[in-house]
């Protein structure tokens, strides 16, 4: 059973009971890695200090390059032979971090998975094609085991080959597919010159979409573009992987699955936690996991808890889909700006493809932005001149939210580059 509701709708009263048990398992396991054992040394903690969730803030915060720094094997608070997996983060900003876990570790994280899943309708005898990267990524892996322990018949189909990709969906039936927002944007069009229509001529039911941030609108695109129901995914490396936070059917919102996880929200400049509702940092500490636990985790992940119960009774709380990251944040003539903004009112102009760039350029002591817009296929007539009246719309648009005024160039449709990964949304020129 994947939908455990004395789990999932348990009070959050004896949820936090169930939190502080794990808190505490997770101080005593976490001894038994030199760093945290050195950490406490030092600063004199005794996890008897910490007697109820809140003493939480007595402890420090741990960060991405605390585990650079003690990479490889600086956090594992197990014997060598007890770990049975690695994973690392992709890495996309300096050295990739790793995370080992132990045979209940992988248990306890297929669990997860299959319950997120389960939660958007997903049973045995549905068709799972992962399009994830396999490998060192969480990705491919974390997904698959969990669809597999649900009783899904899994394709592991792994990222890219967009005509392999809907070969595979049309000979297989398949049902679910794991996908990235752009990639999946992209593939639509890869629908269309094959002339196959992934509304009538699939058995597509639903998507999860996850690992880079995305707007609603852009869900909604993705929705009417395939006709199914697109769920919201969420999850890294340093805390398994997916299946962290989830979207039940109510779409408002991701469950953060509580009992595996404390969850805390803090101002990201003075580390000082902020209450529900309030947007901030993600931080989270693991409460089961042996081979690597992690205290006050810093995810750079900014998003808020909120506040009220979801329709669905499901007690564990809900996350806003993520805004950005701490370090997407471009910050332009002392304005704060992410990508996300940017995309979120590029999607409800008319005649706005679904692919943009921008270029963070520095003229003497002057920065300025320039974004790179691709234009509709089918408001483009080869002369890009033709739609200055569009251009001028995006300025003003875009200048309204990130109070800025950006340059705006038109592109042609498809002109600016694919990924099959992670779409680049910045390409920061600017030399300190
Ligand atoms: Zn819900």
Redesign the pocket.
């Known amino acids: 059973m994947y939908w455990d509701e004395r789990e999932e709708t348990v009070e959050q009263a004896r949820l936090q009971e169930t939190q502080m048990e794990g808190l505490r398992e997770t101080l005593r396991r976490a001894q038994g890695s030199s760093y945290y054992r050195d950490l406490f040394k030092d600063r004199r903690l005794q996890i008897d200090d910490i007697r109820k969730l809140a003493d939480i803030e007595m402890l420090p915060l741990t960060t991405k390059d605390d585990l650079r720094e003690h990479w490889p094997w600086g956090f594992v608070a197990v014997a060598r032979e007890e770990l049975i997996r690695m994973h690392s983060s992709s890495g996309t900003t300096g050295r990739a971090t790793v995370i080992f876990h132990t045979a209940n570790d992988i248990k306890a994280w297929t669990h997860l998975v299959a319950r997120s899943m389960y939660m958007t309708g997903m049973r045995r005898g549905d068709v799972f094609q992962n399009m994830m990267t396999y490998g060192l990524f969480t990705g491919g892996l974390g997904f698959h085991y969990g669809a597999e322990e649900i009783g899904a018949l899994v394709i592991p189909a792994g990222a890219g080959n967009s005509k392999r990709q809907i070969q595979l969906i049309c000979d297989f039936g398949t049902t679910f597919i794991h996908i990235i927002p752009s990639y999946a944007l992209y593939l639509s069009t890869v629908f269309d010159e094959m002339h196959v229509d992934p509304r009538k001529d699939t058995k597509l039911k639903a998507a999860f979409i996850g690992a880079e941030p995305h707007s609603e609108k852009m869900r909604r695109t993705i929705e009417d573009l395939y006709g199914f129901k697109a769920y919201n995914s969420y999850g890294l490396s340093e805390m398994n992987g997916p299946g962290v936070a989830f979207e039940?059917?109510?779409q408002?919102g991701l469950?953060i699955w509580e009992d595996q996880f404390l969850v805390e929200i803090i101002d990201p400049l003075t580390g000082k936690p902020l209450a529900d509702g309030q947007e901030g940092e993600l931080v989270m500490t693991t409460l089961k996991r042996e081979g690597m636990p992690l205290i006050r985790y810093r995810t750079k992940d900014l998003t808020r808890i909120i506040p009220g119960p979801?329709?669905?009774?499901?007690t564990h709380r809900?996350i806003e889909r993520i805004k950005g990251r701490t370090d997407d944040m471009m910050i332009i003539k002392g304005v704060n700006i992410f990508p996300i903004q940017i995309e979120k009112r590029l999607m409800e102009i008319p005649g706005v493809g679904t692919n943009f760039l921008v270029l963070l350029d520095r003229e003497g002591y002057d920065d300025y932005m320039n974004v790179q817009v691709e234009v509709k296929r089918e408001f483009f007539t080869g002369d890009l001149k033709q739609l200055e009246k569009l251009r001028r719309r995006i300025v003003e648009e875009l200048k309204s939210d990130i109070l800025i005024t950006p340059r705006v160039d038109l592109v042609a449709p498809d002109s600016l580059p694919k990924t099959e990964g992670k779409a680049v949304r910045v390409i920061d020129n600017r030399k300190d």
């Open positions: 039940c059917p109510c408002n469950h979801c329709d669905c009774g499901r809900r």
